[in-house]
């Protein structure tokens, strides 16, 4: 049971300092910072810092083989880098708590691809999640019934492109894991969005337009919004199961949005809010699906062998 509490509180430490990055990205936005610097910034530094820590304290974990170059530039560009892009946009468009839910969609966008490819089957506790999550989406974009979207148009793109880049990045990062740590995935995911964004302006001369106040911020979104939060999540994994991680993590949006109201006074209606529960139950409903897909293998599999 140590093991246990141990692991909710570093994958519920990870969620508070998701849960609070966001608030301190819209911070950012309403002091008139550019979101795209914010994006290059959280990337560039977080690059940096992840690698010195690589290098003292994991260096084998920064080599990775030639034939897999192609797939760190793909995962770094259409992954980590459109992730964190969309996502930072869609704060900037709207309010934090829209934004996280509105990414939250991206497991209903991985059960729906699944569908499509047959690696899953539409069951009762599947169907009652893509139900819910497309409900909660529909009711946190509307914000009430009878008004007109409660959401801006750029803010729904970007919402909704967060959530598909993010569907990917789940799904093509899963391929990465089957033969390097997490870190390496991050580190390259890192260091290739800094490189797309070399191409924006090279992170040094975004450095020289912002005072050192706004370069704490900075250093603090790289630290507690990417790294430190990374850690803590994988620290948790190793006390947890991947279900109790990833369901422990769906507080995530219930922090950023508690702490949106309390911190930059942002309010949701009460449909949203209604939205954000729906969202939530799908959310949790994939991953109670997954651990029964899991037992029902292992069952399988246990009687394969005892009548073999």
């Known amino acids: 049971m140590k093991d246990q509490w141990r692991g909710f509180f570093f994958v519920v430490m990870a969620a508070f300092l998701w849960g609070l990055s966001g608030n301190v990205a819209k911070y950012l936005f309403n002091q008139q910072v550019d979101p795209l610097d914010v994006v ?17 304290v994991h260096r084998s974990l920064i080599l990775i083989r030639k034939e897999d170059v192609a797939y760190m530039i ?4 259409f992954g980590v880098t459109a992730v964190q892009s969309t996502y930072l946009l869609a704060i900037s468009q709207t ?11 991206a497991p ?22 893509l139900f819910f999550s497309v409900l909660g989406g529909f009711l946190m974009v509307k914000g009430n019934p009878g008004a007109g979207l409660a959401v801006n148009i750029p803010g729904l793109t970007a919402g909704l492109a967060s959530a598909a880049t993010f569907a990917f990045y789940t799904l093509y990062g899963k391929k990465g894991l089957a033969s390097y740590s ?6 390259y995911g890192f260091g290739v969005g800094s490189v797309v964004f070399s191409f924006y302006r090279l992170p040094w001369l975004t450095l020289a337009h912002y005072s050192w106040r706004e370069w704490l911020f900075f250093i ?6 990417s790294i430190l939060p990374f850690g803590f999540y994988f620290k948790g994994l190793s006390y947890l199961s991947p279900i ?7 507080l995530e949006p219930v922090i950023a949005g508690i702490l949106a109201y309390l911190l930059l006074g942002e309010k ?3 449909w949203q809010v209604l939205g954000c529960v729906f969202i939530l139950a799908g959310v949790i409903l994939i991953q109670l699906s997954g651990l029964r897909q899991v037992r029902s293998s292992l069952n399988d599999a246990i009687a394969k062998t005892r009548t073999g």
């Open 220 to 225: 603090y979104i790289a630290l507690f919004a």
């Open 108 to 129: 209903v966008l991985v059960l729906g691809y699944g569908l499509i490819r047959g690696q899953e089957k539409l069951t009762l506790p599947s169907g009652s999640a």
């Open 268 to 270: 949701l209606t009460p």
């Open 244 to 250: 109790k991680t990833n369901l422990t993590s769906t």
């Open 182 to 187: 997490p870190w390496t995935l991050l580190l």
């Open 74 to 77: 793909i995962f770094g560009t």
């Open 40 to 56: 290059q910034m959280r990337l560039f530094l977080s690059f940096v810092f992840l690698l010195f820590y690589l290098v003292v």
């Open 95 to 105: 309010n934090v708590a829209t934004a996280i839910f509105l990414q939250y969609l």
